[in-house]
């Protein structure tokens, strides 16, 4: 069994930075890509960041310039530091992991999420 387990979520003015982690843990074998989502009230959940585990990083256009995925293959964490952040950028963060290599099928995992809040 994989565990997503998110941190880092907060409440913030707009033009703060807030740093999101996410580890997970469990008898991984590999992760070929980690990614973080969102999903605002009302609205649909949407890709915010993607990385894989070489490093290639595809970011939602509303975020280029603003927002940087990383990640720690050997502790199977990523991050995403958010700068200059915007009251358009509150939702619920989630972590993703698909296709996760484990002594199971390959499967899809996700975080239970972490709240921002952008407002003055």
């Known amino acids: 069994q994989v565990q997503l387990v998110e941190s880092g979520g907060g409440s913030v003015q707009p033009g703060g930075s807030l740093r999101l982690s996410c580890a997970a843990s469990g008898t991984i074998f590999g992760i070929p890509a980690m990614g973080w989502y969102r999903q605002a009230p009302g609205k649909e959940r949407e890709l915010v960041a993607h990385?894989?585990?070489?490093?290639?990083?595809n970011y939602a256009d509303s975020v280029k310039g603003r927002f940087t995925i990383s990640r720690d293959n050997a502790k199977n964490t990523v991050y995403l530091q958010m700068n200059s952040l915007k009251p358009e950028d509150t939702a619920v963060y989630y972590c993703?992991?698909?296709?996760?290599?484990?002594?199971?099928?390959?499967?899809?995992?996700w975080g239970k999420g972490t709240l921002v809040t952008v407002s003055s």
């Open positions: 993703h992991a698909p296709r996760v290599r484990t002594i199971s099928p390959v499967k899809d995992y």
């Open positions: 990385i894989t585990s070489s490093g290639i990083t």
